[in-house]
């Protein structure tokens, strides 16, 4: 039997989890729109600077890895707006008893490893680019 000293505890450190959580995700977003953004820019300077006239058959691979760091940018701020959705259906649900599966937070989970997957593609892509055109 849980007494009231005890379940403060355990409530107490749930919300610290809960809270080191959700400050680990938004940093984890963070990053990959940062890494994503930055390797764009990057990209964009690479060919200009120091491969202005690349290997035709190479440039569907510069073409691959801007829509693959284009796209994981665009997926990590979906992630932004399906994890703001999924707490305001979380606050709504705890005034029901048996509230239903969210869809949000599942969404959520799968766009944030979807960005990663897709980030690391693209470096893959611009890696090909430049090992072609070196």
């Known amino acids: 039997?849980?007494?009231?000293?005890?379940n403060d505890i355990y409530l107490q450190e749930r919300s610290r989890?809960?809270?080191?959580?959700?400050?680990?995700?938004?940093?984890?977003?963070?990053?990959?729109?940062?890494?994503a953004t930055g390797a764009l820019a990057l990209s964009i300077?690479?060919?200009?600077?120091?491969?202005?006239?690349?290997?035709n058959n190479t440039k569907i691979f510069l073409v691959l890895t801007w829509v693959f760091l284009g796209s994981s940018m665009l997926i990590t701020l979906?992630?932004?707006?399906?994890?703001?959705?999924?707490f305001i259906k979380a606050i709504k649900d705890l005034s029901v008893e048996k509230p239903?599966?969210?869809?949000?937070?599942?969404?959520?989970?799968?766009?944030?490893?979807?960005?990663?997957i897709i980030l690391i593609t693209g470096f893959a892509f611009w890696g090909i680019f430049i090992l072609k055109n070196f």
């Open 45 to 55: 300077t690479f060919v200009k600077n120091l491969v202005p006239n690349p290997i």
């Open 17 to 35: 989890l809960i809270e080191l959580c959700n400050r680990s995700i938004e940093q984890f977003d963070k990053g990959i729109l940062t890494i």
């Open 78 to 86: 979906l992630s932004f707006l399906l994890s703001h959705q999924a």
């Open 100 to 116: 239903k599966f969210n869809f949000f937070t599942l969404f959520t989970h799968i766009f944030n490893f979807l960005s990663a």
């Open 1 to 6: 039997m849980i007494n009231n000293k005890n």
